[in-house]
């Protein structure tokens, strides 16, 4: 089975590009240059500079031989909250922003809901000169006042979202209005690896150094590039796709997903898409979707609002049901439980997204010889307030 | 043969079409507002069908679905309320939505209901070319629905080559690059498109939307086409109604008759 996208811009029967005329020729100039553009070498010459010398790259693969000793496996964490700006985001920005100024986009636009995104589209588009907008929930600003101002700072202008629920999906239609407005000098840099193809295939490729950099850095530490299993958190999944990229085929290798359970899968107030959702469509593809029997999307829940999304990307949803990859849950509580189990074990305080990932560790059974990579998808600066509101430190 | 074919078969000028959302300004002004369209004078009706997360609408458009979601608005109410239209309104009528809530009825399901309740065409403006070519294109037509795809001035040559071709009633001429009820007024490239379409000579009638708003921008579109669509301008005319059919008919009026 393949796990990739086909040339239709499908992912089994997930993906395609459900979208307005109105944005057809701008997704359609993407998908007829995007792999020519990604694979020449002008273009991977100056996207792994960029990489190396500007985000910082490799990210280290660290073994933590605390966290090791009270779960009982070997654990690695690829460190993608040592990148520039604090999370693995910033993979994709870089290369989106290339890409733009290739096909001679003068103008970005981005949506955020935490803000990491917006924060890492800013930078980039301060780095390469680039007018920037950013779309951002008016709920969301108010929850995330220092991404709002680190962007900024950064030159980027924060346009709030007063439509619908005033979050991230608003933001992200927001941002395609935007689009269908400005058609034919601005490139629209989305966050994760949803949208209409060739926006999940393009984010995923980005996103993938995370898992080309894990084979060699387990290679160099344990012998084998393939760990036992990794773990990521899923949003919209780029963090994810990215970690499990190289490894989809290796079918020995379990790949696992922790979604946001929020105050608990059923209690109504929740993130857990590939539990709650249904078959639809949303911002362009076809995927699973968390919405009402008429077909309304519904307000996701989660304490870390890069994981509140009611969608998931359509590749994460092929590979739900095709079940290579497993998807499981992590409340608020436990997610908080396990950040600050991180920070006095090991001195890392992680983003709250990523401690999604750290609970499958005490959910799932390893031998004590197992090799577990999670993806420490970012650091935990951005979230403060809201451990020092959870306290329980 | 459909209503939308056989209004467009005798090869009509000065056509107008006027959209509304369902279940706007209150849950059951659904059927009233589409009677006083009727008696106004206007030619085809398309329903607009309530979503989330409208992005190819704006602000008005995006507010008048807003207001019918928190009435209570839902496909399937939506057919309860027009399943006898037909013995009142016999103009064309359209259903205008996005795909979502359409696949959460079930594709067949809503194309029988559609049938049932006497729907001439739909309009589904994120149901891309080729997935309607392949997956329903059968269904709807086997119901007796037209489908009708947008066209925008950035859309190539040859894709609108591609949309004559899988047209079967009329192609939606998007009148600028932009969400509905912008008002750009006509600009001279504008102007330059419409012309450019009429020079490509296709097979399809066209009707141009997008910031249509008032008589003067009716009368100056319809020199380049077989007529036009008003939807924002209608709604934002709602929304400030105290008399919604009387108001209605007025408005319709002041664009159609003859001074
Ligand atoms: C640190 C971090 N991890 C994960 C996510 C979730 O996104 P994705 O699922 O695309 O990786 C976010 C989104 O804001 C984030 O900031």
């Not at chain 2, 608005?73 to 939506?78: A, E, I, R, Y």
Request: proline share 4%.
């Amino acid at each position: 089975m393949s796990y990739q996208v086909d040339e239709r811009g499908y992912y089994g029967e997930f993906g395609g590009a459900f979208i307005p005329e109105m944005l057809y020729p701008n997704v359609e100039e993407l998908r007829r240059n995007y792999l020519d553009i990604i694979n020449s070498d002008d273009f991977q010459a100056e996207f792994h500079h960029l990489l190396r010398d500007y985000v910082g790259r490799p990210s280290p693969l660290y073994f933590c031989e605390r966290l090791s000793e009270k779960y009982q496996a070997r654990i690695y964490l690829k460190r993608e909250d040592l990148n520039h700006t604090g999370a693995h985001k910033v993979n994709n920005t870089i290369g989106q922003i290339l890409l733009a100024r290739k096909l001679g986009k003068q103008k970005i636009i981005a949506e955020t809901g935490a803000g990491q995104h917006g924060v890492a589209t800013a930078t980039v588009c301060a780095l390469m000169g680039m007018e920037c907008k950013v779309f951002m929930g008016e709920v969301d600003i108010e929850r995330q006042k220092p991404n709002v101002e680190r962007m900024k700072i950064l030159g980027a202008e924060v346009i709030p979202a007063s439509s619908g629920s005033r979050t991230l999906k608003d933001a992200t239609n927001e941002a395609m209005r935007y689009w269908i407005n400005h058609p034919t000098d601005t490139h629209y840099i989305i966050g994760s690896v949803v949208g209409p193809h060739p926006y999940p295939d393009m984010v995923a490729r980005f996103q993938s150094v995370i898992s080309e950099e894990m084979k060699l850095q387990l290679k160099e530490k344990t012998g084998s590039p393939n760990p036992d299993a990794v773990l990521a958190c899923v949003g919209g999944g780029s963090n994810a796709i990215g970690s499990f990229y190289h490894y989809l085929d290796e079918l020995d290798v379990r790949l696992i997903a922790v979604e946001a359970g929020g105050m608990g899968v059923n209690s109504g107030k929740s993130a857990a898409t590939t539990q709650l959702g249904g078959m639809g469509i949303l911002h362009g593809s076809k995927t699973l979707l968390m919405q009402t029997e008429d077909g309304q999307v519904t307000e996701p829940y989660s304490i870390s609002a890069g994981l509140d999304y009611p969608g998931i990307g359509p590749q994460h949803a092929h590979l739900k049901s095709s079940g290579r990859v497993e998807y499981i849950d992590a409340t608020d509580e436990e997610a908080m439980t396990a950040g600050i189990e991180l920070s006095k074990l090991e001195g890392i305080i992680p983003a709250i997204e990523s401690a999604h990932a750290l609970v499958a560790l005490s959910k799932l059974k390893f031998a004590k010889e197992d090799v577990v990579v999670v993806n420490m998808s970012g650091r935990g600066d951005k979230d403060l307030e809201t451990y020092i509101k959870w306290g329980k430190y | 043969m459909n209503r939308l074919q056989t209004l467009f078969n005798s090869k009509p000028k000065n056509l107008l079409s006027v959209y509304f959302t369902a279940g706007f300004p209150e849950l059951n002004d659904t059927l009233p507002v589409m009677k006083a369209i009727q008696e106004g004078g206007a030619d085809i009706i398309e329903i607009g069908i309530p979503f989330s997360d409208p992005i190819a609408d704006g602000p008005t458009i995006q507010a008048s679905g807003k207001k019918a979601l928190t009435n209570g608005m839902t496909l399937k109410l939506l057919f309860n309320q027009i399943e006898s239209m037909r013995k009142k309104i016999d103009i064309p009528v359209l259903l205008m939505g996005y795909l979502n809530p359409v696949i959460q009825f079930g594709v067949e399901n809503f194309a029988m209901k559609c049938k049932e309740c006497g729907i001439d065409g739909l309009i589904l403006p994120d149901m891309p070319l080729y997935e309607f070519e392949t997956l329903y294109k059968e269904v709807f037509a086997s119901h007796g629905l037209s489908s009708v795809f947008l066209v925008t001035p950035q859309t190539s040559d040859e894709r609108i080559r591609q949309v004559d071709e899988a047209t079967d009633s009329f192609i939606y001429l998007v009148s600028s690059s932009a969400t509905t009820g912008a008002k750009s007024g006509l600009g001279s490239d504008q102007l330059e498109y419409f012309k450019k379409i009429e020079g490509m000579k296709l097979n399809s009638p066209t009707l141009i939307g997008f910031g249509i708003s008032n008589r003067e921008s009716f009368e100056a579109v319809c020199g380049y086409s077989n007529g036009a669509i008003i939807g924002s301008a209608f709604i934002d005319m709602m929304a400030a109604s105290n008399n919604l059919s009387e108001d209605i008919v007025r408005f319709i009026k002041r664009i159609k008759e003859p001074t």
